[in-house]
C-alpha cells in the first residue's frame, strides 16, 4: 500500500513526542513552527522517524530539495497527488516541526523576512 498523509496520525504522532508531566526536559529537540516552539522526546520522536519521513515524502516534490527546492507553507495541505489531506494549518504546522525535530525539515528564511513571503508564511524544504 502506498504511503498517505494522515491529519489524525500526524496529531497522534505530535502529541506522543510531547513531554510528559514529570519527565526530564533537559535533552529536548527544539522544534520552531509558525504559531508555536516546542521540545520533543527524542527518544519517542525517534521511534517514529520513518512514519514521519514517510508523510513528507508525500508532500509535493516543489518541497524537497531535490524537486523545486522549497516551498510555501501555505501549499502544504495538498499531497503529492494534488489531494487535500488536511484543512487545518495546525496539523500542517505539527507535521513540519516533526520533520525539523528529525532534522529532515528546514526553514531557509529567518522569521523577520516572512513577511514579505505570500501570505506572511515561511518557505520550507525537506532534505
Known amino acids: 500500500m502506498a504511503a498517505t498523509i494522515n491529519a489524525e496520525r500526524v496529531e497522534v504522532i505530535f502529541r506522543n513526542c510531547l513531554f510528559r508531566d514529570g519527565e526530564d526536559t533537559r535533552e529536548h529537540v527544539k522544534a520552531e513552527g509558525i504559531m508555536t516552539n516546542v521540545g520533543f522526546h527524542p527518544v519517542r520522536l525517534n521511534g517514529h522517524k520513518v512514519e514521519i519521513e514517510a508523510m513528507l515524502g508525500e508532500l509535493p516534490d516543489d518541497f524537497k530539495k531535490s524537486g523545486g527546492g522549497g516551498m ?36 531557509p528564511l529567518p522569521r523577520a523576512v516572512w513577511h514579505a513571503l505570500p501570505g506572511g508564511m515561511p518557505y520550507y524544504i525537506i532534505n
Open 72 to 107: 510555501s507553507f501555505l501549499n502544504a495541505c495538498n499531497d503529492k497527488h494534488g489531494n487535500q489531506w488536511t484543512g487545518l494549518h495546525v496539523r500542517m504546522e505539527q507535521l513540519f516541526q516533526l520533520g525539523i525535530g528529525i532534522g529532515k525539515v528546514e526553514i
